[in-house]
């Protein structure tokens, strides 16, 4: 891979993998968020912002202490309810940090093609065409709305 956007260490992508998929964790056919490969998603948003690159790094390793403190060999070795009390305690103390990393993962996610194809958009929408699209048929968000929601604020 490039050295473009190599914004986090190896072990900052493996950690942010397993917070994504908690996040949006796997459900059926749907792959979780870390599955997917947003962890490089998140590189390119912060690459180049300074601010925004210091609030993840930061964060990440709020994520780890966090976790540290249940299991010494963090994050990845915690169960789901471990990971979800590491990370409730990390949105408690580093809000701004963990509204973005919640925001720009839903933006990761549901702009990626895989998914609109796997929730039903039309191919059009997926590819990024230019031109006078209909509007969304908003049934097609049906099975989304039957999913529960993914992270839930304390």
Known sequence: MASRNRV??????????????????PEGELPG????GLAAFLEGVVEGE???????NEGLAQIEIAAVIREPS???????????AAL???????????DELVRQT???YYTNPSIFQLIGYPERLAQGTSGSLDLLDESLLEQQRQRAPFWRRS
């Open 8 to 25: 986090f260490t190896d072990n900052q992508r493996d950690l942010l993998s397993c917070v994504l998929n908690r996040l949006i964790p």
């Open 33 to 36: 968020a870390g599955d997917l």
């Open 50 to 56: 300074a601010r925004t690159n210091r609030m993840f």
């Open 74 to 84: 963090g994050f990845q070795a915690l169960n789901d309810e471990e990971k979800d």
């Open 88 to 98: 409730k305690e990390v949105e408690a103390s580093h809000p701004e940090f963990f």
């Open 106 to 108: 839903y933006n990761g």
